[in-house]
């Protein structure tokens, strides 16, 4: 099951310190839904376990996410997979960090997702707005943390 | 309709099912009852993508879990030379845990073994597999193209599996061009499952001598115990198959599973008892489904109506294996038949079949292999070209029925059909449902807007495999077998190479004893399922037990009785050839007054035989000199909701002729049971996949099974044509229903439609789509 989503969220602070937070892995990797267990490998590759709950399917996704930064520090891009419960799921996640020029940071989102397996199967009905709502908080977070910073 | 055994005699007797006590007390002894000390648990970790290299396969968390003391891999597999095991009509191989890739979603990959059932599943959610996803192909269409090669292991580099052809190509060509009206449409009979409600399992042991104690869900022990014996190199006297009581089996449990053999290979590396049982995802995941036959089917006929050709052209989807359990020389089954009751002067079928990233299966669901598939194909068929001649469907059936002086008849496509009526039938059935009247109904509510149809299916079955010059799986021609016990009190054990999974058995089979041999059924007893003490045989599916091992059945009884008569002849101090069997009892010829009776004669066998060897025993085994051919005239009555879409089956009329009927209430409840599956798979079942390779109808929340609540009210009826070759007549008739009846529930909506212009639909018929339909009629028509 094939799923994109895209969105956007304005962040009161520069896009340096945006910067700084999106390339962190451990915090990235704080910044999931529902995560429980945060462990980074090296400063681009952290695993998460985090708690997955769609429609009657539930249990804990172990995830692989590998960062990859652009060089000119205007783009985060974010490979994620692996899955649990017989299920997988590979996702690729990215952000444009974009200076509002007033002081504060957009940072605009996309990310498309496959999802296989019982998740695909038995929440094939809900799946797609409880994966958009996941990612929408998954930035979210990153806003609320960057806002509590200042 | 009696319910005792008549004095003289037990065919056609509705004695009640001797298993049914043992199983409405809840005292069935099923596979996952068998509990052994110091027995281990398999779970198996399965693949969530549908086709995918292994790049690596992690088991060292999986051994940290409390109670695992086992993983085991396809590498592990292979390296015992155990990493492939043959499909049953040995033209592929399967393999048991994946190796380098994956080919279809849920495919198994390890086996985790633990002293408890949650510490394997927990111990399976642990093994962590590195795959690298590969193109998908989710369908036979994409196959064809051969863009993505998906068994590399196979000689050929193709997707193309084989192709099978049956008849006349080029006369069935031009015929079709000289035919004043033609109708061509694409049919599909989509992808189902049988879902048994015991889902498949097993318990692997190694007793004290080291020999093989395998208890399994199987329609096939004997030929389980040779196929363990050909993959596994175990000596064949070292394994012991028992099947025990079967909660349903419709075809699925044919097969060898990969779980079987990784329970056995369990418990010879572990040196203790593994149980497997599947859950009910893996059972719709990764067990033989059916059908998936994509049929462009093309008939040509006369402006008033008489069939002159019929083409069929079949794009068939296999999944990743052949796993169809089709006979050797059969890879499409008996899909020749798909000619129906019909007299066609010339005709040509065919079928490509495909690999595709799905399960592997095509096992004969409920039905002689792929028949269904073809009587679906030619039933629905004559319906569209009635309605193109605007003819009544009916009465283009009868024009073109092989007529009862024509049997035994020889089929363009190739079988000779052993008898029939189909007219007569087909006037019960008119008859019985009163079909003038609901013509007349039905005129006057399409003056009213509503929608009602009726549905006709004329099927004609082609069962009981077979005569060893032409059926055989793995090599093994599919004869099969009875041994007859009767004791020195008049009573018996009948075993045989079958293995009933709710068909009735102990019953039927019973009563072919007590009428060959005038003893009551209720005091013979029906073994099977234990590969030490039943005769080898086939197994119970494609409708082969009635017409394969009750003949056998009946042709032990008659050597029972020859070696009787030896006997008798002593009791009445007579000479052998001054003795008959009449009224179920020896008499002397032209002294009825003087006679015994087998009971009688029972005893003696023990206590007085003279110079006779001693006992009364005797084993068949039957090679069936043809196919029998069940035959059955359906119809089904719907009203339609304009408004919903919803389809309401106000009536549904089988009339069947399955030959001669041993027992008419165990025939009732086959009929019941085959058009309440019939009727699922008609209006509610599919296994449908995305076009990433995703399974969507893993459990029963999506892969639909009838209720009470939806299933219809069953009316039947019957006509009796012997079969001539068979010893008592009988043809067979589990799988008539789920055979013949989705035609004629398809043929009702299509009928009820047919005002709007709606010409076809696909199965299953849901709402939404008869709303869809509706809504675009209305569309087009404004």
């Known amino acids: 099951m094939n799923l994109q989503y895209s969105g956007e969220e304005r962040i009161p602070v520069s896009p340096d310190v945006v910067w700084a937070f999106v390339t962190d892995p451990d915090k990235v990797g704080h910044c999931m839904p529902e995560v429980i267990d945060v462990t980074v490998q090296d400063p681009t590759h952290v695993e998460a376990v985090v708690q997955v709950a769609v429609g009657p399917v539930r249990g804990k996704f172990k995830l692989k996410v590998e960062l990859q930064p652009d060089p000119a520090r205007r783009r985060i891009d974010l490979k994620i997979s692996g899955g649990g419960f017989g299920s997988a799921v590979d996702m690729t996640a990215g952000a444009d960090v974009v200076d509002a020029g007033d002081g504060t940071t957009i940072l605009k989102w996309s990310g498309q997702a496959v999802a296989r397996g019982p998740v695909a199967a038995v929440g094939g009905r809900v799946l797609d707005a409880q994966a958009q709502k996941l990612i929408t908080q998954a930035f979210g977070n990153v806003r609320q943390q960057l806002s509590l910073a200042t | ?782």
Not at chain 2, 744 to 764: E, K, Q, T, Y
Request: net charge negative; hydrophobic share 40%; with cysteine.
């Open chain 2, 1 to 782: 309709m009696s319910t005792e055994p008549k004095s003289a005699g037990c065919l056609g007797v509705a004695m009640k099912r001797k298993e049914d006590p043992r199983f409405i007390q809840g005292k069935g002894h099923y596979v996952d009852d068998i509990s052994m000390p110091g027995m281990l648990f398999l779970s198996l970790v399965r693949s969530p993508y549908p086709h995918a290299e292994i790049k690596s396969i992690d088991i060292s968390e999986a051994m940290q879990v409390p109670g695992v003391k086992a993983v085991i891999t396809g590498k592990d597999l292979e390296a015992a030379g155990l990493g492939w095991l043959p499909t049953f009509h040995g033209l592929d191989k399967q393999m048991v845990l994946a190796i380098g890739k994956v080919l279809f979603q849920y495919q198994e990959v390890a086996a985790v073994f633990a002293e408890t059932r949650a510490a394997a599943v927990d111990g399976a959610e642990a093994v962590q597999v590195d795959y690298a996803p590969l193109p998908v192909v989710a369908d036979p269409f994409t196959a064809k193209t051969d863009e993505v090669i998906l068994r590399p292991d196979r000689e050929n580099k193709t997707n193309h599996i084989y192709h099978w052809e049956v008849g006349d190509k080029d006369k069935t060509a031009t015929a079709l061009a000289n035919s004043p009206k033609r109708i061509k449409e694409r049919i599909w009979f989509q992808r189902c499952h049988p879902a048994p409600l015991e889902p498949c399992g097993c318990v692997a042991h190694f007793d004290s001598m080291g020999r093989l104690q395998f208890y399994v869900t199987s329609q096939a022990p004997h030929v389980y115990r040779t196929a363990l014996a050909i993959v596994t190199g175990i000596p064949e006297d070292k394994i012991h198959v028992v099947s025990p009581d079967l909660g349903g089996g419709f075809g699925n449990k044919v097969p060898v599973y990969p779980g079987y053999v990784c329970a056995i290979v369990g418990a010879l590396k572990i040196g203790r008892p593994v149980k497997w049982i599947e859950t009910r995802t893996e059972n719709l995941t990764s067990t033989g489904f059916a059908r998936d036959y994509h049929m462009d089917v093309e008939i040509g006929a006369t402006a008033d109506g008489r069939l002159t050709a019929l083409h069929v052209a079949t794009t068939a989807d296999h999944g990743a294996f052949d796993a169809a359990a089709d006979p050797t020389k059969y890879p499409a089954g008996m899909f020749g038949v798909v000619t129906g009751s019909y007299d066609f002067p010339v005709a040509h079928a065919e079928v490509d079949a495909y690999f595709t990233n799905k399960a592997p299966g095509g096992i004969a669901y409920r039905c002689s292999f792929r028949v269904t598939e073809a009587s679906y194909a030619i039933e629905r068929a004559m319906d569209i070209l009635a309605d193109e001649l605007a003819i009544d469907p009916v009465e283009l059936r009868r024009k073109n029925f092989v007529r009862k002086e024509q049997f035994p008849y020889p089929s363009v496509l190739g079988f000779t059909y052993d008898s029939g009526d189909y007219q007569k039938t087909l006037d019960v059935t008119l008859e019985k449902i009163g079909y003038q009247a609901l013509l007349k109904e039905q005129v006057e509510k399409r003056a009213r807007g509503e929608l009602m149809g009726i549905g006709f299916s004329t099927f004609t079955e082609v069962v009981g495999a077979g005569p060893s010059k032409h059926f055989d799986i793995l090599g093994i021609k599919m004869f099969d077998s009875a041994e007859i016990r009767i004791h020195p009190t008049g009573s018996g054990i009948v075993r045989t190479g079958t293995k009933s999974q709710g068909q009735g058995h102990e019953t039927t089979w019973a009563q072919i004893v007590g009428e060959e041999l005038g003893l009551d059924p209720q005091n013979i007893m029906v073994e099977e399922g234990d590969t030490d003490t039943a005769p080898y045989g086939l197994g119970t599916y494609a409708s082969r037990s009635t017409p394969v091992a009750g003949a056998a059945i009946a042709m032990a009884a008659r050597r029972v009785r020859e070696k009787a008569r030896k006997v008798a002849a002593h009791m009445l101090e007579v000479g052998e050839a001054d003795v008959e069997w009449k009224d179920y009892k020896f008499q002397v010829k032209g002294v009825p007054a003087k006679s015994v009776t087998m009971k009688e004669v029972a005893f003696a066998a023990y206590t007085n035989m003279a110079q006779n060897e001693p006992g009364l025993e005797a084993s068949y085994y039957y090679d069936p000199p043809n196919m029998t051919f069940p035959s059955g005239a359906y119809v089904a009555v719907v009203d339609i909701d304009r408004e919903t879409g919803e389809v309401k089956v106000r009536r549904f009329l089988a009339v069947d002729d399955c030959g001669t009927i041993i027992n008419p209430l165990v025939v009732e409840g086959q009929i019941h049971g085959g058009l309440t599956e019939g009727f699922a798979i008609a209006f509610m079942q599919e296994i449908q996949y995305d076009k990433e390779g995703n399974n969507l109808n893993t459990n029963f929340t999506d892969y639909l099974i009838p209720t009470s609540l939806e299933t219809p009210a069953w009316e039947t009826g019957k006509t009796v044509t012997p079969s001539p070759h068979h010893p008592i007549g009988a043809k067979g008739v589990g799988e008539s229903p789920n055979v013949g009846s989705p035609a004629a529930f398809v043929n009702a909506v299509i009928d009820a439609l047919s005002p709007l212009g709606v010409r076809h639909i696909d199965m299953p018929i849901t709402r939404d789509k008869v709303w869809r339909a509706i809504r675009q009629a209305e569309v087009l028509t404004t």
